[in-house]
C-alpha cells in the first residue's frame, strides 16, 4: 500500500556542472541513492455482502466494495541541480534524478499527491433447473485517478559514455548524453469497467459434466476531465492547437478528428467464449479426464493512463541528447520552456509549442486493444493404492494483444529511433502498442501422497516452453530492438523466464508419537519434518553487440556468430567451478555487429546455469498449558549449500564477456521460536 512513485523515465539520467563548487562536487560523487521518504499515506475501505435467496432455486449474491487512499510524497534530496550551477528552472522541492553509467545512480522520488478512489459492485444470480445451474450477472467498477506529480520537473540527467568512451569521465566533464526535463504529471481520470457473463454447468449423466460460459467486456477508455491526451499521427494537423506541430492530434471533449476523446478508440467486441468438461472414466471415481478452453481478456494497468499525460501544452517532456551540464537547453539551440511551462497548465487554441525536442516517455496507440489470452488444458486422473493420486497434464495458451508500458518501460515500440530520427522535430515517441505476442506449452506430470500414518508427499515435473516477441532486456533498455525495420518478428524467442524442465518434490512428516513419561514427552513428541527441493534447467539469455553499429541509437544491437555453428559455442557443464565462471560459453563464437546491420544472433539462444535447491525444516510443537503453546523452528535454506550461478554476462564489448559474477544465496540457517496463548 505505498504510494506509486513513477521511475525517472526511460534510463535514469544524470549531470556534472563543469564549474561546480568543490562542496557539490564531493556530494554528487557520493555513491548512495537518495530516496523519498516523506510520505504520509492513509488508506480507508468499506465492502458490504448481500446474499438474497429468492427461493429454493433462485439466490441473489450483491457485493458492493469502496477504497479510497489519501497520500503525500516529499522530496528529500539534499539539494537541486540549480545549487550545482546548472542552468535550468527547479520547482521548489527540487529532487535528483542522476545516473552515471553502471557507476553510481542518484535518484528521489517526484513530489506528488496521491490521493485516489475506487468503487465496485458487483451482482450476481445463481439459478438452478433441472440438470442445469445457471449463472448470470454483471459487475461495474468506478475508476478516478487523479495526480499532482513533479515528475522530471527537476531534470533527468543521464551519462553514458557518448564524449570519451567512459560514463564517469563524460560525468566529469559535464557532458550530458540524454537530457530530459518535463513539465510535471496532472491529470483527472475517471472512467467505468463495465463486464457481464453467462454460464452453464449442465450434469448431463452421473459421470460426465459439461460447462459453458460466455463474457462480455467491453472496454471505453478513461477520459481526463480537462482532455489532456493526445495521439501521434503522422501527418495530421491538430484543428483544436493550431500551433502544435505536424503529428500531434488532442483528445479531449473537443477532440481532434483523428484523436478519440481519450485517446483510444473504444473495444466493444471484447466476447469471450468459455467451455469446460469433467468425465468420470469409472464408476469407482478412480480415473477422471477433464478439459477445458477460454478467452480471457485484461483491462490496462491504469499506471498506463499516468504514464501519457506529459504532452504539450499541458506539462511538456523536452529530451535532447549530447549536451552541456552547464546549460542544456543553450548546448542543444532551444529556448528553455520552463518554469513557463511548469504544470498544471490548460491553455487555450493560440497555446506554443517547442521548436524541437519534444518526447513522448509513453503514448497510447489510437487503435490500442485490450489484451487477450487463449488457455486450455487437459488432465488425466488415476487413483491408485488407497492414498495415491497420479496426474498427467497438458496446459498452453496464447496471448495476443499484449503490451509493455508502465515504469518499465518494456516492451514499448520505438517508432522514432534517436539514432535514426523519423520525425526529426521530435525525440523518444515510445508508443503502447498491443502487438506483442506470446505463448505456453507445458505437459506436467504429478504424483502425490495424502496425509497418511503422518506422512505426505508431492512430486511433480514439468517440460515446457514459452515464446514471445517482446525485446529482451539489455542495460536497463527495454524499448523494442528495431522498430523500424524488422518490427516484432526479430525479437520472437524464448520469453527470459522460460524454464524447459523443472522437478520439484516436497513432504512433511510427522514423527510418531513414543509413550513416555509426561516431563519427557514435552521434548521427545511432537516433531514434524518438512522438506521442498526443486532443480530447473538454466533460463535463455541474448548475445548483445555492446556497439550500436545499427546506428538506431536504441543501444540493442545483437551480436554476429562468427563460428561455424551456434553448437560450437556452447561449452561442457561438467567442468571445474573456476572453468565456468571464467567461461560459461565460448565467448570467440561472437564478435560486434558490421556497421548498418542489427546482428545476426537471435533472442535467447544461449542458456544460463542450471539450479538445486533443497530446504529442510524441523518443527517441535508443544503444548505448556491447555491455553498455551510454543513451537520451535529450525530452517535450512539451501540445505546442501550448492552453488546456484547467475547468468553470465552476455554483452561483446564489456571486458567480462561470457563470466559468470554472481551466485544466489549460499546455505542459510536461521531458528525462531514463537508462544501462542
Keep these: 500500500g505505498r504510494p506509486h512513485a513513477r521511475r525517472q523515465g526511460i534510463r535514469l539520467a ?28 492513509v488508506l480507508k475501505s468499506v465492502s458490504a455482502v ?83 445451474q445457471l449463472q448470470f450477472g454483471g459487475e461495474i467498477a468506478r475508476i478516478r485517478l487523479p495526480m499532482q506529480n513533479q515528475f522530471q520537473q527537476s531534470g533527468v540527467f543521464d551519462f553514458s559514455n557518448a564524449l570519451t568512451g ?70 495530421a494537423k491538430s484543428a483544436r492547437f493550431p500551433n502544435a506541430p505536424i503529428g500531434m492530434l488532442f483528445g479531449g471533449e473537443h477532440h481532434d478528428s483523428g484523436c478519440p476523446t481519450s485517446s483510444i478508440f473504444n473495444n466493444l467486441w471484447n466476447f469471450a467464449p468459455r467451455i469446460g468438461f469433467a468425465y468420470q472414466l469409472e464408476a469407482n471415481g478412480k480415473s477422471s479426464i477433464r478439459g477445458g478452453a477460454g478467452y480471457y481478456y485484461q483491462p490496462p494497468d491504469t499506471v498506463a493512463f499516468q504514464d501519457v499525460v506529459g ?76 492414498n495415491w493420486l497420479l496426474r498427467l497434464s497438458y496446459v498452453g495458451n496464447n496471448g495476443h494483444h499484449l503490451y509493455g508500458t508502465g515504469d518499465q518501460e518494456y516492451g514499448l515500440l520505438q517508432l522514432n529511433p534517436p539514432g535514426q ?28 501422497r495424502r496425509l497418511t500414518n503422518g506422512l505426505s508427499l508431492l512430486a511433480n515435473f514439468t517440460w515446457a516452453k514459452a515464446l514471445d516477441d517482446f525485446a529482451p532486456p539489455t542495460g536497463g533498455n527495454f524499448a523494442l530492438t528495431n522498430s523500424c525495420t524488422c518490427g516484432r518478428s526479430f525479437d520472437y524467442g524464448p520469453s527470459p523466464d522460460d524454464i524447459s524442465k523443472v522437478f520439484k518434490i516436497n513432504g512433511d512428516y510427522d514423527i510418531h508419537r513414543v509413550r513416555v513419561p509426561r516431563l519427557a514427552d514435552r521434548f521427545v513428541n511432537g516433531w514434524e519434518l518438512t522438506t521442498i527441493a526443486r532443480w530447473h534447467t538454466g533460463t535463455p539469455f541474448t548475445i548483445f553487440s555492446g556497439a550500436d553499429n545499427s ?29 565456468l565462471v571464467n567461461e ?64 553470465p554476462d552476455a554483452i561483446v564489448s564489456d571486458s567480462g564477456f561470457g563470466r559468470i559474477t554472481g551466485a544466489g544465496d549460499p546455505r542459510i540457517v536461521q531458528f525462531g521460536l514463537k508462544a501462542s496463548f
Design 14 to 41: 544524470n549531470a556534472m556542472p563543469s564549474h561546480s563548487s568543490e562542496p557539490c562536487w564531493k556530494s554528487l560523487l557520493t555513491p548512495r541513492a537518495v530516496r523519498g521518504d516523506a510520505q504520509h499515506l
Design 50 to 132: 448481500d446474499i438474497y435467496t429468492l427461493s429454493p432455486h433462485f439466490l441473489l449474491s450483491s457485493y458492493y466494495g469502496y477504497t479510497q487512499q489519501n497520500g503525500q510524497v516529499h522530496s528529500d534530496a539534499p539539494f537541486g541541480m540549480t545549487n550545482a550551477g546548472v542552468n535550468i528552472a527547479q520547482p521548489s522541492e527540487p529532487v535528483l534524478s542522476i545516473t552515471v553509467g553502471s557507476n553510481f545512480t542518484l535518484a528521489s522520488v517526484p513530489v506528488g499527491n496521491w490521493t485516489r478512489s475506487d468503487q465496485s459492485l458487483r451482482e450476481v444470480a445463481s439459478l438452478l433447473k433441472g440438470n442445469h
Design 166 to 235: 567512459s560514463s564517469l569521465a563524460d560525468f566529469v566533464s559535464g557532458a550530458v548524453s540524454n537530457f530530459t526535463q518535463g513539465g510535471g504529471l496532472f491529470m483527472n481520470f475517471t472512467g467505468y469497467r463495465w463486464s457481464l457473463f453467462v454460464q452453464d454447468d449442465w450434469k448431463a449423466t452421473k459421470r460426465f459434466t459439461l460447462t459453458a460460459g460466455l463474457r462480455w467486456d467491453p472496454f471505453f477508455p478513461y477520459t481526463d476531465s480537462e482532455g489532456r491526451v493526445a495521439c501521434f499521427v503522422p501527418g
Design 311 to 386: 504532452i504539450p501544452p499541458f506539462a511538456p517532456i523536452i529530451s535532447v541528447n549530447n549536451v552541456s551540464l552547464d546549460d542544456p537547453y543553450s548546448s542543444a539551440g532551444l529556448a528553455n520552456p520552463f518554469p513557463a511551462q511548469f504544470g498544471p497548465l490548460n491553455p487555450g487554441p493560440s497555446a506554443t509549442f517547442s521548436a524541437g525536442g519534444i518526447s513522448f516517455t509513453q503514448i497510447f496507440d489510437r487503435h490500442f486493444r485490450l489484451p487477450m489470452v487463449l488457455a486450455y488444458n487437459l488432465t488425466f486422473e488415476q487413483g491408485f493404492g488407497s
Design 421 to 448: 530520427p523519423i520525425y526529426p522535430n521530435y525525440g523518444s515517441i515510445a508508443s503502447i502498442n498491443s502487438g506483442v505476442n506470446s505463448n505456453y506449452n507445458a505437459g506436467q506430470a504429478s504424483v502425490s
Design 551 to 579: 546506428g538506431s541509437g536504441i543501444g540493442a544491437d545483437r551480436a554476429n556468430l562468427i563460428a561455424s555453428s551456434l553448437g560450437s559455442a556452447v561449452l561442457s557443464t561438467g567442468r571445474s567451478h573456476k572453468e
Design 584 to 647: 560459461w560459453f565460448a565467448t570467440t563464437a561472437f564478435g560486434p555487429n558490421p556497421l548498418g546491420t542489427y546482428g545476426n544472433t537471435g533472442k535467447g539462444i544461449l542458456r544460463g546455469p542450471r539450479f538445486f535447491d533443497a530446504d529442510l525444516a524441523a518443527i517441535k510443537n508443544t503444548k505448556l498449558t491447555d491455553r498455551v503453546y510454543l513451537e520451535f523452528r529450525g530452517e535450512l535454506y539451501n540445505a546442501f549449500n550448492n552453488v546456484n550461478f547467475n547468468n
